[in-house]
C-alpha cells in the first residue's frame, strides 16, 4: 500500500493541476478570441504614453460589422456612434446612459479589444491603431466590474497586471495596503499564498474589486478606466471602495463608467448615451443638472429619490429598535 501511496498522491496533484490548466485555458481562448479582432499593423512602434490625453474623434463601432470582419457569426448590430470626446491629462470622463447603451464598449475600444470602423482614438496624440495593441494595454490600468481570478495564489492574481514572476513581494503587497486588502490577506492561513478562483477559497465583490484595484496600482499606469460595479456591495464596503477608487485615480487620466450619482459630480466631463450608442447630452453636473428635462436630470432625479427612500427605510430599522 505504501508503495502505491506516492504514485496515486502524484497522480492526484497532477489531476488538480490538469483542472487547474483547462479552466486557465479556457480563459486564455476566450481572450484569445478577443484579441483576435484587433491585428497591429506590420513594424508599428509602440505608444509612447507620457502624458495621458485622450481623444475620441468621430468613433463609430458595431459588433456585427468587427464579429464580420473576423469570420464570427454576427451578433447584434449594437455598438457606439458618432462619439467624439477630448480629455486633458489627469482629468475625469464619466460615462452614463441606460443598460446596453455601449458604456463598456467605449472602455474596450480604448484598451484596444476593438478596433473602431469610423474615426480614431488617440492617446497623447498617437492613434491607437496605428501601434502596437501591447503597448496600449500596458499605458491603461483596468477596474472591471467582473474581475477574473486566476486559478492560482492571490501574489499571482495581484501580480498578473504586471509580470508575475519579476514583480516583488514588497511591492505586491504596498499594492495591497494600498487597496486595503492586505490585512484580509494577511488574516489567512496561507497569507499571500492562499489559492482563490473557481478551485481555491471564493472571494466576495468587495474583495475582488479590491484585488481588481491593487492589481491597477501595482500596473501604475497614466490612464485607469474604471468599470464601476452596478452589482449592490453592501453601503460600508461600497463607500470605502470608492474612497478608495478616487486616491487610485487621482494624478492619472480617468474614464469610467459610473452607475452612481456620488462618483460622477466630479467628473470634469460626463457623456450621456442614449440606448443607441449615441451622445444625448455632455456637460459637467452642474451644467447638466441646469439642463430642463434633460436625461441626465431625470436620471438623477431617480436617484435620489430611490437614496431617500432608503434612508427613510435605514431610519424606521434603528426606531424600531432592529
Ligand atoms: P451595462 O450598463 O448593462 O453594463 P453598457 O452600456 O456597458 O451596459 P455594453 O456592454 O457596452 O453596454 O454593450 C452595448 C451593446 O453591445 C449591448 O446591446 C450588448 O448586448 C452588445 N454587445 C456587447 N458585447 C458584445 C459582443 N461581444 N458581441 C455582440 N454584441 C455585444
Given at each position: 500500500i505504501l508503495q502505491l501511496y506516492q504514485p496515486l498522491r502524484w497522480l492526484g496533484t497532477a489531476y488538480r493541476q490538469i483542472v487547474r490548466a483547462v479552466t486557465d485555458l479556457e480563459k486564455l481562448m476566450r481572450l484569445l478570441a478577443n484579441e483576435s479582432a484587433v491585428r497591429d499593423v506590420p513594424g508599428a512602434p509602440d505608444l509612447q504614453c507620457a502624458q495621458g490625453e485622450i481623444e475620441f474623434r468621430d468613433v463609430s463601432f458595431e459588433y456585427v460589422a468587427a464579429a464580420a470582419a473576423t469570420g464570427d457569426a454576427a451578433k447584434s448590430t449594437s455598438g457606439v456612434r458618432h462619439i467624439s470626446f477630448r480629455l486633458p491629462p489627469r482629468g475625469t470622463l464619466a460615462i452614463v446612459g441606460p443598460?446596453?447603451?455601449g458604456k463598456s464598449t467605449l472602455l474596450r475600444l480604448l484598451f484596444r479589444l476593438y478596433d473602431p470602423q469610423h474615426g480614431q482614438i488617440l492617446i497623447d496624440g498617437q492613434d491607437v491603431a496605428q501601434v502596437r495593441q501591447e503597448s496600449v494595454r500596458r499605458a491603461i490600468g483596468v477596474v472591471a466590474q467582473d474581475t477574473v481570478l486566476f486559478n492560482d495564489t492571490i501574489r499571482y492574481n495581484i501580480a498578473y497586471s504586471v509580470d508575475p514572476e519579476a514583480v516583488r513581494m514588497e511591492d505586491v503587497e504596498a499594492a495591497a495596503r494600498a487597496a486595503h486588502i492586505h490585512h484580509f490577506i494577511a488574516s489567512l492561513?496561507?497569507?499571500?499564498?492562499t489559492l482563490v478562483g473557481e478551485r481555491g477559497l471564493r472571494l466576495s465583490g468587495g474583495e475582488k474589486q479590491r484585488v481588481a484595484i491593487a492589481r491597477a496600482i501595482l500596473k501604475n499606469p497614466v490612464i485607469l478606466a474604471l468599470d464601476e460595479a452596478t452589482a449592490a456591495l453592501d453601503t460600508a464596503t461600497e463607500k470605502a471602495i470608492q474612497a478608495n477608487l478616487r486616491e487610485v485615480c487621482a494624478g492619472r487620466t480617468t474614464v469610467m463608467v459610473a452607475h452612481r450619482l456620488s462618483t460622477v459630480v466630479h467628473a470634469d466631463e460626463i457623456l450621456v448615451l442614449s440606448?443607441?450608442?449615441?451622445?444625448v447630452e455632455r456637460g459637467t453636473h452642474q451644467q447638466l443638472l441646469a439642463r430642463e428635462h434633460g436625461r441626465y436630470k431625470e436620471m438623477w432625479a431617480a436617484q435620489v429619490q430611490n437614496m431617500e427612500k432608503e434612508t427613510r427605510g435605514e431610519e424606521k430599522t434603528v426606531e424600531n429598535g432592529e
Open positions: 443598460s446596453g447603451a492561513p496561507a497569507g499571500y499564498d440606448e443607441g450608442g449615441e451622445i
